[in-house]
């Protein structure tokens, strides 16, 4: 049999194929509803997915570092960091610094003001943001901008998953569902907050873990708390909000979609004016005198977890200004907000005014920018009756 031969049997049974897929395609309903979109399609498709990709690049590392640096890691930081070390702790500092300068090392103290911004003299690092992201940057470029990125992700899918997977168990309840979540990963939470404060390591994240028994046993009861404040914050205007009479409006038009946006008549009801003041007050007072302090002190006892021996980017006084007995393994949470003192307070407020700000100045200037795009291909699809 020749070759030939052969190639012509599969040639025949190969056109014989696309000839059985080429008609069953015709026959099927999905495939040329399918096709009939597509022919449907505006000619200049391609250009406007191109321009929504476009969009993705400009917008997409700005939310991620507005989303974490901003609101996540700077806190933090100013949280952890103190205004000046014990005395006693400078002198110590300057005894090892004069041996190392003998040596012709460079001192430990300029190493930790290198770090940390300046030398202990200057205000802390966290009251001017230029500075804090110069800091930063310093460090290891602009990876450390984002620095414990990777593991804070990983905490936030843990938590999603847990929290759906304990709140889908029939005879658990919603609520306590909910706090198991956050408890059963105070090991990687813990070990965020240190990479995040802590100089850079060549250990994977993983490999920081504190062990476990130690990070349950010293954050169970603040990481409680934090979650319990959150908590009321987000269903105390929720209820406040289904208590009140407000006029609701749809702005879709569609039944299907249902959306339901509050509408205030300033103009002719001026009660409107008070019912926006005390949604405002439910959502802000809780935040302010709940939430900010838990996450202060749980943030703090998760520090005093942070190995002996390791560095910090920011000045951190580990004795936690003495209230710290000897041998202690970690702070309570009583000694975590005696230790954080008014100036720390007042400091953490205004860094928090400062990152409302530049959140909402970003998110009106993106959303603006977002807006006039859809503008222009909306007008651009109904000219061409698209």
Known sequence: MSPNFMTGILERARDAAFDGLIRRAEENEDISTLAQMLDNLPDDLIWWLALAALNCLVFVPPIIFLSYSVNSLWPVLCIVEDEAPPTYERIALQDRDTDKDDEGEKPEASLLADEAGGPASEPPVTTDLRRLNRMLYDITGWPS???????????NLSVTVLTV??????????????????????????A??????????????????????????ATALPTAVMWFAVGVAQELPLQLFGLMDIQTWDPTGSPGVGLAVPYFDLLSQPGDFLKILALLAAWLLPVLLLVIPA??????????????????????????????????????????????????????????????????????????????????????????GE
């Open 295 to 384: 996450h202060a002190v749980l943030t703090r006892v998760q520090a005093s977890l942070l190995p002996a021996g390791e560095r910090t980017v920011v000045p951190f006084d580990c004795s936690f200004r003495g209230l710290r007995e000897d041998g202690q393994e970690c702070v309570g949470m009583l000694q975590a907000f005696r230790s954080f003192s008014y100036a720390s307070w007042l400091r953490l407020a205004v860094l928090y005014v400062k990152i409302f700000s530049i959140t909402l100045a970003a998110g009106i200037f993106m959303g603006a920018a977002v807006g006039i795009q859809i503008i222009i291909v909306y007008s651009n699809f109904k000219k061409n």
């Open 165 to 190: 997977v304990m709140t889908s168990i029939p005879f658990l309840p919603r609520v306590l569902g909910i706090a198991v979540a956050p408890l059963a990963v105070v090991q990687l939470y813990t």
């Open 145 to 155: 901008l984002l620095r414990g990125l990777r593991p804070h992700m990983f905490f």
């Open 192 to 217: 965020w907050v240190h990479i995040a404060i802590a100089a850079p390591s060549p250990q994977p994240f993983y490999r920081r873990f504190p062990p476990f028994a130690t990070a349950f046993r």
